[in-house]
Protein backbone atom coordinates (compact mmCIF):
# COMPACT_ATOMS: atom_id res chain seq x y z
CA UNK A 1 0.00 0.00 0.00
CA UNK A 2 1.10 3.21 -0.31
CA UNK A 3 1.43 5.87 2.47
CA UNK A 4 3.50 9.48 3.41
CA UNK A 5 4.36 10.16 6.79
CA UNK A 6 5.26 13.58 8.00
CA UNK A 7 5.77 12.42 12.15
CA UNK A 8 6.43 16.23 12.78
CA UNK A 9 2.83 17.87 13.12
CA UNK A 10 4.33 21.29 14.36
CA UNK A 11 7.61 22.98 14.47
CA UNK A 12 8.63 25.84 15.83
CA UNK A 13 11.47 27.91 15.36
CA UNK A 14 12.99 31.37 15.57
CA UNK A 15 14.00 33.35 12.70
CA UNK A 16 17.26 32.69 10.56
CA UNK A 17 17.39 29.10 12.06
CA UNK A 18 17.57 26.39 9.52
CA UNK A 19 15.21 23.69 9.90
CA UNK A 20 14.20 20.45 8.06
CA UNK A 21 10.77 19.00 7.69
CA UNK A 22 10.49 15.06 7.22
CA UNK A 23 9.09 12.97 4.42
CA UNK A 24 8.65 9.17 4.66
CA UNK A 25 7.07 7.22 2.24
CA UNK A 26 6.14 3.51 1.11
CA UNK A 27 5.69 2.16 -2.40
CA UNK A 28 6.29 -1.07 -4.60
CA UNK A 29 6.09 0.70 -7.71
CA UNK A 30 9.74 1.68 -9.03
CA UNK A 31 8.44 4.53 -10.63
CA UNK A 32 7.06 7.46 -9.04
CA UNK A 33 6.95 10.95 -7.93
CA UNK A 34 7.17 12.69 -4.61
CA UNK A 35 6.25 16.42 -4.49
CA UNK A 36 6.17 19.46 -1.65
CA UNK A 37 3.59 21.68 -1.64
CA UNK A 38 2.94 24.58 0.57
CA UNK A 39 0.06 26.10 2.19
CA UNK A 40 0.30 29.49 3.79
CA UNK A 41 -2.41 30.85 6.01
CA UNK A 42 -4.62 32.03 2.94
CA UNK A 43 -5.15 28.25 2.05
CA UNK A 44 -3.72 28.40 -1.72
CA UNK A 45 -1.33 25.12 -2.36
CA UNK A 46 1.79 26.28 -3.56
CA UNK A 47 3.78 23.69 -5.66
CA UNK A 48 7.57 23.42 -4.20
CA UNK A 49 9.30 20.61 -6.39
CA UNK A 50 8.46 17.61 -8.08
CA UNK A 51 11.12 14.52 -8.29
CA UNK A 52 10.90 11.45 -10.38
CA UNK A 53 11.96 8.06 -8.62
CA UNK A 54 14.94 7.44 -10.86
CA UNK A 55 16.40 11.27 -10.07
CA UNK A 56 18.06 10.53 -6.53
CA UNK A 57 20.24 13.81 -6.42
CA UNK A 58 19.56 16.48 -4.15
CA UNK A 59 18.10 20.22 -5.39
CA UNK A 60 18.49 23.35 -4.05
CA UNK A 61 16.60 26.40 -4.89
CA UNK A 62 17.18 29.00 -3.22
CA UNK A 63 17.28 28.73 0.72
CA UNK A 64 15.49 25.77 0.15
CA UNK A 65 16.58 22.12 -0.93
CA UNK A 66 15.16 18.85 -0.50
CA UNK A 67 17.15 15.35 -0.15
CA UNK A 68 16.38 12.10 -1.65
CA UNK A 69 17.37 8.76 -0.38
CA UNK A 70 15.92 6.25 -1.78
CA UNK A 71 17.69 3.57 0.66
CA UNK A 72 15.44 4.76 3.75
CA UNK A 73 12.33 5.96 1.76
CA UNK A 74 12.91 9.84 2.40
CA UNK A 75 12.37 13.06 0.80
CA UNK A 76 13.50 15.99 3.39
CA UNK A 77 12.62 19.16 2.94
CA UNK A 78 15.02 22.12 4.97
CA UNK A 79 15.07 25.22 4.81
CA UNK A 80 18.35 27.38 5.58
CA UNK A 81 17.82 30.88 7.13
CA UNK A 82 14.41 30.88 7.92
CA UNK A 83 11.88 33.67 7.87
CA UNK A 84 8.52 34.44 9.51
CA UNK A 85 7.38 34.17 5.60
CA UNK A 86 7.96 30.51 5.67
CA UNK A 87 5.38 30.26 8.32
CA UNK A 88 3.08 27.51 6.72
CA UNK A 89 1.58 23.84 6.24
CA UNK A 90 3.81 22.05 4.20
CA UNK A 91 2.74 18.81 2.70
CA UNK A 92 4.68 16.17 0.71
CA UNK A 93 2.85 13.62 -1.27
CA UNK A 94 3.46 10.46 -3.27
CA UNK A 95 1.99 9.93 -6.98
CA UNK A 96 2.41 6.27 -7.31
CA UNK A 97 0.37 4.06 -9.61
CA UNK A 98 -1.59 7.08 -10.91
CA UNK A 99 -2.70 8.32 -7.40
CA UNK A 100 -1.56 11.08 -5.43
CA UNK A 101 -1.08 10.14 -1.26
CA UNK A 102 -0.93 13.25 0.70
CA UNK A 103 0.59 13.44 4.23
CA UNK A 104 -1.00 14.80 7.03
CA UNK A 105 1.41 17.84 6.81
CA UNK A 106 3.65 19.52 9.05
CA UNK A 107 2.64 23.11 10.31
CA UNK A 108 6.07 25.24 10.40
CA UNK A 109 6.26 28.07 12.82
CA UNK A 110 8.57 30.74 12.60
CA UNK A 111 9.30 33.34 15.31
CA UNK A 112 10.75 36.55 14.61
CA UNK B 1 0.33 32.90 -17.08
CA UNK B 2 -3.26 32.85 -15.19
CA UNK B 3 -3.46 30.58 -12.10
CA UNK B 4 -6.63 28.27 -11.29
CA UNK B 5 -9.57 30.23 -10.44
CA UNK B 6 -12.10 29.02 -7.78
CA UNK B 7 -15.45 31.01 -6.38
CA UNK B 8 -16.82 31.94 -4.81
CA UNK B 9 -13.76 32.08 -1.62
CA UNK B 10 -15.64 31.93 1.10
CA UNK B 11 -19.81 30.69 1.80
CA UNK B 12 -21.74 30.17 4.82
CA UNK B 13 -25.17 28.18 4.78
CA UNK B 14 -27.22 25.97 7.14
CA UNK B 15 -27.97 22.46 6.92
CA UNK B 16 -30.00 21.02 4.12
CA UNK B 17 -29.16 24.13 2.16
CA UNK B 18 -27.68 23.28 -1.69
CA UNK B 19 -24.36 25.31 -2.52
CA UNK B 20 -22.42 25.33 -5.98
CA UNK B 21 -18.66 25.91 -6.71
CA UNK B 22 -16.72 27.06 -10.01
CA UNK B 23 -13.40 26.19 -10.92
CA UNK B 24 -11.11 27.46 -14.07
CA UNK B 25 -8.42 25.78 -14.54
CA UNK B 26 -5.29 27.23 -16.30
CA UNK B 27 -5.72 27.27 -20.09
CA UNK B 28 -4.73 24.28 -21.56
CA UNK B 29 -4.81 21.71 -18.60
CA UNK B 30 -6.55 18.38 -19.62
CA UNK B 31 -6.68 17.10 -16.25
CA UNK B 32 -9.17 18.93 -13.04
CA UNK B 33 -9.61 17.93 -9.87
CA UNK B 34 -11.62 18.60 -6.93
CA UNK B 35 -10.39 17.92 -3.16
CA UNK B 36 -12.07 18.42 0.19
CA UNK B 37 -9.22 19.93 2.90
CA UNK B 38 -11.04 19.51 6.57
CA UNK B 39 -8.85 21.80 8.94
CA UNK B 40 -6.01 19.99 9.72
CA UNK B 41 -5.50 17.36 7.47
CA UNK B 42 -4.68 16.41 3.51
CA UNK B 43 -6.57 17.18 0.80
CA UNK B 44 -8.77 13.74 -0.16
CA UNK B 45 -9.51 13.74 -3.59
CA UNK B 46 -13.07 13.66 -4.50
CA UNK B 47 -13.02 13.79 -8.34
CA UNK B 48 -10.71 13.46 -11.14
CA UNK B 49 -11.61 14.52 -15.00
CA UNK B 50 -9.54 14.59 -18.21
CA UNK B 51 -11.45 16.74 -20.73
CA UNK B 52 -15.03 16.20 -19.71
CA UNK B 53 -14.75 13.00 -18.68
CA UNK B 54 -14.52 11.40 -15.35
CA UNK B 55 -11.22 9.31 -14.60
CA UNK B 56 -12.04 8.65 -10.66
CA UNK B 57 -14.85 9.87 -8.45
CA UNK B 58 -14.38 7.23 -5.79
CA UNK B 59 -14.35 9.01 -2.81
CA UNK B 60 -16.82 11.21 -4.48
CA UNK B 61 -20.42 10.85 -2.22
CA UNK B 62 -22.55 10.54 -4.90
CA UNK B 63 -25.27 10.77 -2.68
CA UNK B 64 -25.60 14.31 -2.28
CA UNK B 65 -22.19 15.64 -4.15
CA UNK B 66 -22.17 15.68 -7.60
CA UNK B 67 -19.67 17.79 -10.36
CA UNK B 68 -19.49 17.84 -13.84
CA UNK B 69 -17.35 19.65 -16.60
CA UNK B 70 -19.09 20.30 -19.28
CA UNK B 71 -16.99 21.21 -22.41
CA UNK B 72 -14.07 20.06 -21.07
CA UNK B 73 -12.76 24.14 -19.61
CA UNK B 74 -14.17 24.92 -16.26
CA UNK B 75 -16.24 22.79 -13.70
CA UNK B 76 -18.71 22.64 -11.10
CA UNK B 77 -19.09 20.92 -7.81
CA UNK B 78 -22.62 20.86 -6.22
CA UNK B 79 -23.53 19.93 -3.12
CA UNK B 80 -27.11 19.10 -2.88
CA UNK B 81 -28.55 19.22 0.70
CA UNK B 82 -25.07 20.10 3.06
CA UNK B 83 -24.50 18.61 6.30
CA UNK B 84 -22.62 19.85 9.44
CA UNK B 85 -19.82 17.32 8.49
CA UNK B 86 -19.45 19.27 4.48
CA UNK B 87 -17.69 22.27 6.44
CA UNK B 88 -14.09 21.86 4.82
CA UNK B 89 -12.11 24.17 2.15
CA UNK B 90 -12.84 22.97 -1.32
CA UNK B 91 -9.64 23.49 -3.44
CA UNK B 92 -9.32 22.67 -7.35
CA UNK B 93 -6.50 21.87 -9.14
CA UNK B 94 -5.33 21.05 -13.17
CA UNK B 95 -2.59 19.76 -14.76
CA UNK B 96 -1.49 19.66 -18.06
CA UNK B 97 -1.36 16.37 -19.32
CA UNK B 98 -3.28 12.82 -18.73
CA UNK B 99 -3.68 11.21 -16.00
CA UNK B 100 -0.76 10.54 -12.89
CA UNK B 101 2.71 12.02 -12.41
CA UNK B 102 1.51 15.06 -13.13
CA UNK B 103 2.34 18.28 -11.25
CA UNK B 104 -1.37 19.65 -10.09
CA UNK B 105 -1.70 23.28 -9.74
CA UNK B 106 -4.18 24.74 -6.91
CA UNK B 107 -6.76 27.62 -7.19
CA UNK B 108 -7.46 29.66 -3.82
CA UNK B 109 -10.20 27.23 -2.66
CA UNK B 110 -13.26 27.67 -1.54
CA UNK B 111 -14.15 27.94 2.45
CA UNK B 112 -17.28 26.54 3.23
CA UNK B 113 -18.85 26.98 6.54
CA UNK B 114 -22.35 24.32 7.42
CA UNK B 115 -24.36 25.55 10.23
Known amino acids: AQKVTQAQTEISVVEKEDVTLDCVYE???????LFWYKQPPSGELVFLIRRNSFDEQNEISGRYSWNFQKSTSSFNFTITASQVVDSAVYFCALDSNYQLIWGAGTKLIIKP | EAGVAQSPRYKIIEKRQSVAFWCNPI?????LYWYQQILGQGPKLLIQFQNNGVVDDSQLPKDRFSAERLKGVDSTLKIQPAKLEDSAVYLC?????????????FGPGTRLLVL
Open chain 2, 27 to 31: SGHAT
Open chain 2, 93 to 105: ASSLGGRGQETQY
Open chain 1, 27 to 33: TRDTTYY
